[in-house]
Structure formats: C-alpha cells, structure tokens
C-alpha cells in the first residue's frame, strides 16, 4: 500500500511533496551520508595473494591527529610559490651578509635578529643614535644592491 502524502523537513519547517521528489530527496540523503563517511574513515585493505595489510587514510583528517604525527602546515596567508620565493630570498640574503664586514654585520645581526632597540645598541655601541641610524641606512642600502 503506498502513501498518499510525503513530507520533507527543510530549513525547521515541513513540505509536503510528490512521491518522486521525496525519493530522489532522501536517496540523495543516503548518498549524502555514506560519501561522508567514506571521506572520514580509513580503509583497511588485504592483498588476497600476499596477506599484506594496507592502510588507506581517510581523505579528511583532524588537526590534532596530524599535529601528533608531526606534520607540518604552512600559514594560510601564504601560498607555496611565496614560500618558494621567501626561501631563496633567505638563502641569498645569508649569502650577501657575509660580504659586510664585522662591524656592520654586529649591528644588522642586534637589529634585526636580536631585536635589540636602536637606542640600547647606540649606547652599547658608545655612539649617537642618529649615527647608528645613518649606519643602518647605508648598511641597508649595500645589502639591496648586493641582492
């Protein structure tokens, strides 16, 4: 016997529809449900021939559980070609520092990599600040012509 009224449950309010669309509805439902967990969960497989056991992850995968196997993510913010150029420019820029000289690798290395203040290194330094400025600059200025 077949029903003579069907009923879809959409947005918190109740339709009633055809037949056809209430099959088509929750066969996609179904198909719905079952791509989700596919997508989730991990395989098993059992070569027949060899017994070897393999393992297919599924194709989502939590944060955490990639966390604890040590996977590593970029930043959103950045795409692999940036990150392609950013390594080289890296590279080159270690390359090019060591052409300063001493003195003038001491003051880029307290700027920019110990994050020391201007003024704390001028005074370290026993020189003027706007001095250490005017350094910095010309310093700056030899590095971007050597890049």
Do not use: C, N, W
């Not at 604890?68 to 795409?79: N, P, T, V």
């Not at 890296?90 to 001491?106: F, G, H, I, K, P």
């Amino acid at each position: 016997m077949a029903k003579d009224h069907y009923y879809i449950k959409a947005d918190g309010q109740i339709f009633e529809v055809s037949q056809e669309l209430y099959e088509v509805y929750y066969r996609g439902r179904r198909k719905e449900k079952y791509f989700m967990h596919d997508l989730k969960e991990e395989r098993v497989l059992v070569d027949r021939e060899t017994g070897q056991i393999r393992v297919l992850p599924g194709k989502e995968d939590s944060y955490e559980r990639l966390l604890a196997m040590e996977r590593q993510f970029m930043g959103e913010e950045e795409d692999v070609a940036d990150a392609a150029v950013r390594a080289v420019m890296l590279e080159r820029l270690s390359e090019v520092l060591e052409a300063l000289d001493r003195d003038e690798l001491e003051i880029i290395y307290a700027l920019f990599y110990q994050e020391v203040s201007e003024v704390a290194l001028a005074r370290e330094l026993g020189i003027a600040r706007t001095t250490l400025q005017y350094r910095k600059k010309r310093i700056l200025e030899k590095l971007r012509e050597l890049l």
